[in-house]
T-cell receptor, first 112, second 116 residues
Framework: GQQLNQSPQSMFIQEGEDVSMNCTSSSIFNTWLWYKQDPGEGPVLLIALYKAGELTSNGRLTAQFGITRKDSFLNISASIPSDVGIYFCAGRPGSGAGKSTFGDGTTLTVKP | DAGVIQSPRHEVTEMGQEVTLRCKPISGHNSLFWYRQTMMRGLELLIYFNNNVPIDDSGMPEDRFSAKMPNASFSTLKIQPSEPRDSAVYFC??????????????FGSGTRLTVV
């Protein structure tokens, strides 16, 4: 089946630093999604991408849909302590709602 | 909007007992997903419904697991009999098939199940 490789597995950074994480797939996806999960809660959608090459921002977050449709990255600029959590990428073969495949997550720790 | 509501938040049960997890999706959402999250396996899709109809249950581990969606506002995931290896956080999520905008899921807060 489809698999997503998300890296890095974990990151330890200083407050104020920029962060970059990515996701690659052996299959083509038509939708890429990035979620954040806080401890004890469910994942929350951060950014959704629908077109190859698309670059979308949400505040300090920027995500891009790779040209090959097999990868995506998420950047966080000027990290703050509340950015701590697990970040998941998810891919979907279609452009509408439907089953998503999730990556294993990147755990981000931000030191004040 | 109250979001996706799951109950209970925590469940501790003895091996062999029946466990029922409940989910109320967001009103108007017509897709519902059950996921299981563990350290070893991450987020695994168990089953999903479109318009109350099960579409893909290939992720359901075995016959001990069953899920129902009797109407658009309620779904259950049942484990009978439960085993210690079923211990995990179970998430319900919903999304909309129609309309513009984001097609991401809205997740509930999860049910943390511990089988002893």
């Amino acid at each position: 089946g489809q698999q997503l490789n998300q890296s890095p597995q974990s990151m330890f950074i200083q407050e104020g630093e920029d962060v970059s994480m990515n996701c690659t797939s052996s299959s083509i996806f038509n939708t890429w999604l990035w979620y954040k999960q806080d401890p004890g809660e469910g994942p929350v959608l951060l950014i959704a991408l629908y077109k190859a090459g698309e670059l979308t921002s949400n505040g300090r977050l920027t995500a891009q849909f790779g040209i090959t449709r097999k990868d995506s990255f998420l950047n966080i600029s000027a990290s703050i302590p509340s950015d701590v959590g697990i970040y998941f990428c998810a891919g979907r073969p279609g452009s509408g709602a439907g089953k998503s495949t999730f990556g294993d997550g990147t755990t981000l720790t931000v030191k004040p | 909007d109250a979001g996706v509501i799951q109950s209970p938040r925590h469940e501790v049960t003895e091996m062999g007992q029946e466990v029922t997890l409940r989910c109320k999706p967001i009103s108007g959402h017509n897709s519902l997903f059950w996921y299981r999250q563990t350290m070893m396996r991450g987020l695994e899709l168990l089953i999903y419904f479109n318009n109350n109809v099960p579409i893909d249950d290939s992720g359901m581990p075995e016959d001990r697991f069953s899920a129902k969606m009797p109407n658009a506002s309620f779904s259950t995931l049942k484990i009978q009999p439960s085993e210690p290896r079923d211990s995990a956080v179970y998430f319900c999520a919903s999304s909309s098939l129609r309309g513009q905008g984001l097609y991401g899921y809205t997740f509930g807060s999860g049910t943390r199940l511990t089988v002893v």
